[in-house]
């Protein structure tokens, strides 16, 4: 059995599903002692987070219609689900029906959740950099999979009270909380975003059905409301014109860099794709940013590089300043804010 897959499904199962997903928590800790389910999951690319992209598979499947028992316990399929306890037998068997299917998509799919309510904290820091710099902001997303962040300024945001920001008449409406003493300051109205431009390895068009499909099946079962997100927010991705480039990030980077003119402040930004790159390539993101940074303003909005935190990087005058915004959830339903 692979001691480290298996360790791999029990921490997704305690730090990541536990109080979030039931299904996948029980799911994860039968994986986790499935020598068979190990071996098929171990097909997952390099650097992939190997329990999302092997449910998301799952999931991408059932919801393609394939016809299963295991489809009673998945909320996004049925409206009563059955009891989560009894579910793995059927997900093991599904599994093993269609382990070439699943294989496939192991080795050719990149999980590329693109969590609409991220954007809930990217709003606050994004009027922090307007605010000090009063430049337009241009944004350079790295692993931007549709480009749903990059239209951060087109959805309405609110912090805890009845007070909303962002684009007031908007369709997606994102409810984040505010943990911890501080308050963000929030400007009214969006921030003015001069140029969007999305880099990834693999783009997704939300105007192809399969590519929507995918990003529906990396939400969990249970998750109602990030799916309502997610479609709502495509709506103004296949009505917006966006430029999304295919290819390495932090390759392309400073060559895209260099298109912005001085009227605008840069902002590089990523959101959890850190944790798929080799640390070599963090380590050059990070260099890259630096040389940027000597010859121009530009910020580097980023988590999962040395912890999990979101972090603030951004060089003024040639000088470097480094700052911790606090701890997210993953999914964007709350976040610290330790700046003052």
């Not at 799911?27 to 999951?41: E, H, K, M, N, P």
């Not at 399929?77 to 192991?106: D, G, H, M, T, Y």
């Not at 997704?204 to 309502?228: F, G, S, T, V, Y």
């Amino acid at each position: 059995m692979n001691i480290q897959l298996s360790e791999r499904f029990i921490r997704f199962a305690k730090t990541e599903c536990h109080q979030s997903s039931d299904l996948y928590e029980q799911l994860s800790l039968a994986i986790a002692q499935d020598a068979q389910l190990l071996q098929l999951s171990s097909f997952a690319g390099a650097g992939q987070p190997v329990p999302n992209l092997l449910f998301g598979a799952v999931h991408y499947l059932l919801l393609k219609g394939k016809s299963h028992t295991l489809s009673s316990y998945y909320a996004s399929l049925v409206e009563n689900p059955a009891r989560v306890e009894e579910a793995f037998s059927s997900f093991k068997a599904f599994c093993l029906e269609n382990q070439e299917e699943i294989k496939n998509i192991l080795t050719t799919r990149l999980v590329q959740t693109n969590e609409v309510r991220r954007c809930g904290y990217l709003y606050p820091v994004f009027c922090y950099i307007q605010e000090m710099t009063k430049k337009p902001i241009a944004l350079i997303e790295i692993g931007t999979s549709a480009g749903l962040q990059l239209l951060f300024d087109h959805y309405q945001y609110t912090y805890g009270t009845e007070e909303c920001y962002g684009k007031l008449d908007s369709v997606v409406k994102i409810a984040t909380e505010v943990k911890g003493d501080n308050r963000p300051m929030l400007m009214k109205n969006a921030p003015l975003i001069s140029t969007r431009m999305g880099i990834d390895l693999n783009v997704l068009d939300l105007k192809k059905e399969d590519d929507e499909l995918w990003l529906q099946a990396l939400i969990w079962p249970e998750h109602h409301k990030r799916r309502e997100l997610l479609h709502a927010a495509s709506e103004y991705v296949k009505s917006s014109s966006l430029t999304l480039i295919e290819g390495n990030g932090v390759e392309l980077l400073p060559n895209l860099a260099n298109t912005i003119d001085e009227d605008s402040v840069i902002c590089v930004f990523h959101t959890h794709v850190a944790n798929q790159m080799p640390l070599e390539q963090k380590k050059q993101l990070l260099e890259e940013i630096a040389t940027l940074g000597g010859r121009r303003t530009i910020f580097h909005l980023y988590n999962n590089i040395q912890d999990r935190n979101l972090h603030l990087d951004y060089y003024i005058n040639g000088v470097e300043y480094k700052q911790t915004i606090g701890a997210t959830d993953g999914h964007g339903s709350w976040f610290e804010w330790k700046l003052i």
